[in-house]
């Protein structure tokens, strides 16, 4: 995960990622639509306006998808809320 800058600077990151499981798959897309845009393969961006819905889902995220790739997104999310034209960034293998 990462925060980047509009030039794509990237701002601030984690080593760590999402720990991908069965259990992604199994999130109801109307009720988790930001981490529904996560795929183990691709890239997915949140901004400014988006990082607050993504915060809620994160809030009431199962067990069973948690982990500690959690904190670390709560982390870049303030990192992204904090500044100004950043976007928080998963980066897909």
Do not use: K
Not at 46 to 53: E, G
């Amino acid at each position: 995960m990462q925060v980047r800058g509009d030039s794509g600077d990237i701002v601030a990151s984690v080593r760590g990622g999402v720990e991908w499981t069965d259990a992604f798959a199994a999130l109801d897309p109307a009720a988790f639509p930001m981490l529904s845009a996560l795929i183990p393969y691709g890239d997915a961006m949140f901004n400014h306006r988006q990082v607050p819905l993504l915060l809620a889902e994160l809030d009431r995220l199962p067990d069973a998808c948690g982990g500690a790739w959690v904190a670390q997104a709560r982390e870049l999310c303030q990192v992204v809320l904090n500044g100004s034209h950043r976007y928080l960034w998963f980066v897909g293998d």
